[in-house]
């Protein structure tokens, strides 16, 4: 069997068929990097992570691409209202770019916490200013964008005659304009109120984060010192690494409209091309039956749920135990089931290890790894069926606990192997004497090295792989690991 993925173009579980055999090219939208990740965000990064470890397991040369937002974003859909990361660095007293550089150290934090690996390709979007500038002056060239007062807008309109517009949303253009109508403030520059900013002057707004552009329109330059518009940095920087075309794109139901379309209707304009064939979106994240918001008080983020001493790994069994198109539900009592679980499988795996150390002969039991690893993968191939993957690797390790005797240690390997695909790492973990012991141990090694007694360090290591850590000297420092 394939992977069939469903894509909300077509609203149907399609084959996943790359452009090119073997190798998978990914983009999805990142983080508007002004607050820390909530649990919400992490839905979204796991479900991709997981994405990408299961085609990197199945063999695919993966380039994943995720932005971050530094600026652009307003608070306010209809290209009005503040950017989110300078409401915020105002509010704290910061420089902007104070703020981002923090969020982003923290963000990356909470991410490995998490065991997302970190993308191949991380941009950002105020390191891509000028190729936005180039978009825009592309997309103005084939006749899609206007200028007023130096804000350049995109005519959805126009657009729509030439190419397709709502059918993400699976909506006509005339139900498009009735909702932004009603959905926005009446913005008297724009030509219709669906129609969406590509580049804002903000030359006479208390605005911190601008730059000169100077675009070409019909034979007359126009200078404008202002800002992207939200979408044009995901066109812009999925198609700079990824190409015009390229495999997936992803991001939250949110996306669906507007960003999502725009993002497609832009590339469209500018190259032709609708940068990727599958989009895939997940579901939100709602707490106790209602949308998780700050001022409801019913707002986790990753961090104070760390702190709380849930396990990243705990925190990321517990999201890929829904699937990514189904809202979760989240409680604070699933999570404390989801470290409960982890417990178990990791004390299964030790047993396992443990006794097959000794054994004479230790067994298999009726059902081989690789008609595991078969049952994993049908799973995983129905749209990137976690909740039933996880499931069904659950009721291996009740039955292998449920047997007698010694089982191999392969058995162990395949558990590791499978798990580690959801992003969750059921090795053995250190508990807090023998951590206590390896840190005591690494300190004199230290001296050791300061000292150049390369043969006491060396000895030192020895010992601690003996005892099951393995040592790590990286420019930070060294470092173990169980
Ligand atoms: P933002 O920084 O708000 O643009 O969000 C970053 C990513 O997280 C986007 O892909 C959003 O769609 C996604 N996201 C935001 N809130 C939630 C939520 N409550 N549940 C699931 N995904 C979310
Ligand atoms: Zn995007």
């Known amino acids: 069997m394939t992977l069939k993925l469903f894509n909300t173009l077509t609203r149907e579980k399609e084959e996943f068929k790359p452009l090119e055999e073997g190798k998978f090219t990914f983009y999805s939208c990142g983080q508007t990097i002004y607050d820390d990740l909530h649990i919400g965000n992490a839905k979204a990064y796991t479900a991709w992570d997981t994405l990408t470890r299961y085609l990197r397991w199945k063999g695919y040369t993966v380039r994943h691409v995720q932005n971050i937002t530094d600026v652009g974003h307003l608070t306010d859909d209809g290209d009005q209202g503040e950017d989110k990361v300078e409401k915020r660095a105002k509010k704290l007293g910061l420089e902007p770019m104070e703020l981002v550089e923090d969020q982003i150290e923290r963000y990356f ?4 916490a998490l065991n997302v690996k970190r993308q191949d390709i991380v941009p950002r979007a105020t390191g891509h200013i000028n190729e936005m500038i180039e978009y825009v002056q592309k997309i103005i060239d084939n006749g899609y964008a206007y200028e007023v007062d130096g804000n350049i807008y995109f005519d959805v309109e126009k657009f729509a005659q030439d190419y397709p517009y709502g059918e993400m949303a699976n909506k006509d253009l005339e139900q498009l304009k009735e909702e932004a109508r009603s959905r926005v403030e009446p913005d008297e520059k724009k ?3 669906f129609d969406f900013a590509l580049w804002l002057d903000a030359e006479d707004s208390g605005h911190l984060m601008k ?8 034979g007359e330059l126009v200078e404008s010192v202002g800002y992207p518009g939200w979408h044009i940095e995901c066109s812009v920087m999925s198609q ?13 139901k949110d996306h669906i409209f507007p960003h999502h379309p725009n993002e497609r209707a832009q590339a469209f304009a500018a190259s032709g091309e609708g940068q990727a064939r599958y989009w ?3 579901e939100f994240i709602n707490v106790e039956g209602e949308k998780m918001s700050k001022s409801e008080g019913n707002f986790y983020t990753v961090r104070e749920l760390l702190e709380k001493d849930f396990s990243g790994d705990a925190i990321r069994l517990y999201l890929i135990s829904t699937h990514y198109r189904s809202e979760t539900n989240f409680s604070i009592k699933g999570l404390e089931k989801a470290e409960k679980e982890l417990q178990r499988v990791r004390r299964t795996v030790k047993k396992i290890r443990d006794s097959s150390i000794s054994a004479e002969s230790p067994v298999n039991y009726d059902t081989s790894t690789d008609e595991i690893e078969k049952e994993f993968r049908e799973r995983m191939d129905d749209d990137l069926n976690t909740p039933r993957a996880k499931q069904y690797l659950l009721e291996v390790v009740n039955h292998l606990n449920s047997i007698e ?4 240690p392969k058995y162990a390997d395949t558990l590791e192997k499978l798990f580690q695909v959801l992003g969750v790492d059921i090795r053995p973990q250190a508990s807090e004497e023998e951590s206590e012991l390896a ?4 300190e004199l090694r230290d001296e050791a090295r300061e000292e150049e007694d390369w043969e006491t360090s060396d000895m030192i290591r020895d010992r601690l792989e003996d005892l099951g850590f393995e040592v790590e000297d990286t420019e930070e420092g060294s470092k173990w690991l169980k």
């Not at 730059?211 to 019909?218: G, L, S, V």
């Open 211 to 218: 730059w000169t552009a100077k675009f070409e329109i019909d």
């Open 439 to 442: 840190d005591l141990l690494m």
């Open 280 to 282: 895939l979106h997940n």
């Open 191 to 193: 030509k219709n109120q």
């Open 109 to 112: 934090e909470d991410t490995k």
């Open 405 to 408: 005797g010694d089982v191999k």
């Open 240 to 252: 700079k690494y990824l190409g015009d075309e390229f495999d997936i794109h992803a991001g939250g």
